[in-house]
């Protein structure tokens, strides 16, 4: 009873800290801008006037930004605009803060007056440093300079019919993506992008870090995707827009808005897994409505390989998570989240079986998450946009490698305030952040660490002719242990004619150094030396983008590098110890991700390509090598039928290359396997009937090698690196039931 009420008070103790911590998260000092209308152009032979008018609702909107290659101008109070442009056919572009852009192709003829009036309609946008660019200054996807991919409602859908309980098929799937397996035990993994490591993702929900500020291996996998509208994710480092964790990339998850929706999801499996998800959402009043999402999940531990080893781990999780949104139709909201995991999680040897030293071995992990977090924005004097955003969380975890115990608790309190304004042709954000992050070790408190990042942020975009828009941002952290970084960003968008478009980025980061890494996810922390004299890694990346719309085809291509220097590598030094270092010779990667899509009702086809070489330096010998577990060679292909008032009917096929092992008895190289899918869903008035089969080539790393060792890893694992899927050939189905 005594250990129990010393847990209890240590969790009151830092999660009281971390909440109040989170208070003064935020301070923006000062911000001064000198703006004035654009002159109107003199007139000139060849010229013709456009008078305009912009309302919404019948309302005129005072302030909005009109604009036509260079010539531009600022509504007055009446709403009314004049231009003087050259004869010809001209867009003409209506924007302002809160609503969606405009653009009206017009015939301006010479010496005459012509007469617009447009309407622009509100739109929610989010404006601050950490979420997804393509919502930062409100502009549409296609409008964004910084390539981002999105993963809309229709996929998720398709995807929660194969794994209702997590996201990691759905962002597997993803061109550019790779779910690493990071602990086979307990099926733990990580979001690797364009073959960077998995610690370096920085996964948010709606931009708030509520999964903590470096997402663990397990995050991903307690998250159901039911409650999400989209996904958002930009690749490479975005340490400019994101901060610190953000080294490989940002996976932005967005909710889904009040829409008078119910729905209760049941889902088995044939290998032991059991799903039920209920969501709820609607209005509470004229001005506030809510989100529910509610669920349970089981998994028994199952032997697919039948060597007493449980391939699959067992667990057993709760997921609520209520919202609130407010909003009171005239520029001002309020968005508010708190949500609660609970999941015990244990994989090693089945009962009564061995491993092969004739021992049993136990390993499990049980977590305790709650976070809180709030989004408000509020418009300024009609193009000024004042957005606020914060949040805590804190996670509890006491992990079991056989015979040894970790516990800890991990802490995340963030705040931010941003101004987002438009002036003379540019769109600018200007704001400041706070985020304080704790690690407090119960077992091994040589880790403990406490990290206080106050930030400025500012970025500008700007388009000096019609077919190009430049974007620079800039971000200065002062992290509490490590000193002052400002990494800056630079991204073009070209629009030459026609459905081309081009994309180029170019930026730097940092990642603070922890001692979580893929290898101390596996054995945990009490075999690694202290963390004495390692530096931060530091890193740049660059991206060049191309892409056309053919009428119902869309075809993307990306190519892609990054170098990371300094990196924080592991090794062993004898006696089952281990210790981090910062290798000499950089961790360098480059490749191409190619998309292909088309959309011509009834079918949709996706067809993705990803070649990635990734190479480091070898923590023993020093010799450059490939990074371990990272195919050169991915491809994806998925078809889908689908008919709204009936159903929809798919089939996937995906490839996987050979890819490099590290401390594997059994071989040097991976072999290349195949996964091939087949799902369809029936709809019958309010309910839906599905089945997915997974993996029907029953592609598993067991059939080749097996994954248990002959004898255990001096610092503690009895598996090998999981290098292709363990649970084999999956069925599994349910119904959807609105209500």
């Known amino acids: 009873m005594c250990a129990v009420d010393d847990d209890n008070n240590y969790t009151r103790k830092i999660m009281i800290q971390i909440w109040f911590r989170a208070a003064p998260a935020v301070l923006l000092t000062s911000l001064l801008l000198t703006a004035g209308p654009v002159s109107e152009a003199r007139a000139q032979e060849g010229a013709g006037t456009v008078r305009l008018r912009v309302q919404s609702h019948e309302a005129p909107l005072a302030g909005a930004e009109i604009r036509s290659g260079r010539t531009g101008a600022l509504t007055d109070e009446q709403g009314r605009a004049v231009l003087r442009l050259p004869a010809g056919n001209r867009v003409i572009s209506a924007g302002m803060i809160g609503y969606a852009t405009s653009n009206t192709r017009l015939d301006v003829t ?216 407010w909003n009171d139709g005239a520029g001002r909201s309020l968005f508010l989240t708190v949500g609660g995991t609970a999941e015990n999680r244990e994989g090693g040897t089945l009962s009564g079986r061995t491993t092969p030293a004739g021992t049993a071995y136990r390993e499990a992990l049980d977590t305790r998450r709650m976070d809180a977090g709030l989004v408000g924005r509020m418009l300024l004097g009609g193009d000024r946009l004042l957005s606020v955003h914060a949040s805590a969380t804190g996670q509890r975890h006491e992990h079991f490698f056989g015979d040894m115990r970790e516990r800890d608790l991990h802490g995340t309190a963030f705040g931010e305030v941003a101004l987002t304004g438009r002036d003379r042709g540019h769109t600018w954000v200007v704001g400041a952040t706070l985020q304080h992050e704790a690690y407090e070790p119960r077992d091994v408190p040589r880790f403990d660490y406490t990290y206080t990042i106050p930030s400025l942020f500012v970025q500008d975009e700007a388009s000096p002719v019609e077919w190009a828009t430049i974007a620079a941002s800039g971000r200065l952290d002062v992290h509490s242990e490590y000193g002052s970084f400002f990494n800056p960003r630079l991204s073009v968008l070209l629009r030459p004619g026609g459905e081309w478009n081009a994309r180029a980025s170019v930026g730097t980061g940092y990642f603070a150094p922890t001692p979580f890494t893929e290898e101390t996810e596996v054995f945990g922390l009490s075999p690694v030396e202290p963390l004495d004299g390692i530096s931060v890694e530091r890193a740049w990346s660059a991206s060049l983008d191309l892409g056309r719309t053919f009428g119902d085809f869309e075809v993307n291509g990306t190519l892609f590098g990054s170098e990371v220097r300094d990196p924080l590598m592991l090794r062993r030094i004898g006696d089952g110890r281990v210790e981090l270092f910062n290798a000499a010779e950089p961790t360098r990667a480059h490749g191409t991700d190619l998309l292909v899509r088309f959309h011509g009702e009834p079918f949709h086809v996706t067809a993705a390509y990803t070649y990635t070489r990734a190479t480091e330096q070898e923590p023993r010998r020093g010799a450059r090598r490939a990074v371990p577990l990272t195919p050169r060679h991915a491809a994806g292909t998925v078809g889908m039928w689908e008919a709204e008032d009936a159903g929809r009917i798919g089939v996937e096929l995906y490839y996987t290359g050979r890819q490099e092992l590290e401390d594997n008895p059994y071989r040097d190289k991976s072999r290349p396997y195949v996964i091939l899918g087949f799902f369809a869903e029936r709809r019958i008035g309010r309910i839906r009937v599905f089945l997915n089969a997974e993996n029907l080539l029953d592609a598993r790393q067991t059939r080749f090698d097996p994954l248990l060792l002959r004898a255990r890893a001096p610092e503690g694992p009895w598996t090998t690196d999981a290098w292709a899927p363990l649970e084999g050939r999956t069925f599994n189905g349910g119904v959807r039931l609105e209500f």
């Open 110 to 325: 010479a010496g005459m007056d012509t007469s617009l009036v447009v309407t622009l309609e509100e739109e929610a946008i989010e404006t601050e440093g950490v979420v997804v660019v393509s919502t930062r200054t409100g502009r549409r996807i296609e409008e964004e300079s910084v390539r981002v991919e999105v993963i809309g409602r229709e996929e998720i859908e398709e995807k929660m019919l194969m794994t209702p309980g997590d996201i990691s098929m759905m962002l597997n799937e993803t061109s550019g993506l790779r779910v690493q397996t990071t602990s086979p035990s307990l099926g733990g993994a990580n979001v690797r992008i364009q073959g960077l490591r998995g610690r370096y993702t920085q996964i948010l929900s709606d931009g708030l870090p509520l999964y903590g500020g470096q997402s663990g291996a397990l995050g991903m996998l307690q998250i159901p995707p039911m409650d999400l509208a989209q996904v958002e994710v930009i690749k490479g480092v975005a340490s400019a827009l994101y901060g610190a964790s953000a080294l490989g990339g940002v996976i932005n998850l967005i909710s889904r808005r009040p829409a008078d929706e119910r729905e209760l999801l049941l889902n088995q499996t044939t290998r032991g897994g059991t799903d039920a998800i209920l969501w709820s959402s609607g209005d509470l009043s004229e001005r506030w409505g809510y989100t529910f999402l509610g669920s349970g999940h089981r998994q028994s531990m199952h032997d697919v390989s039948g060597d007493g080893w449980a391939d699959l781990p067992g667990y057993h999780r709760a997921v609520v998570r209520p919202r609130l949104f």
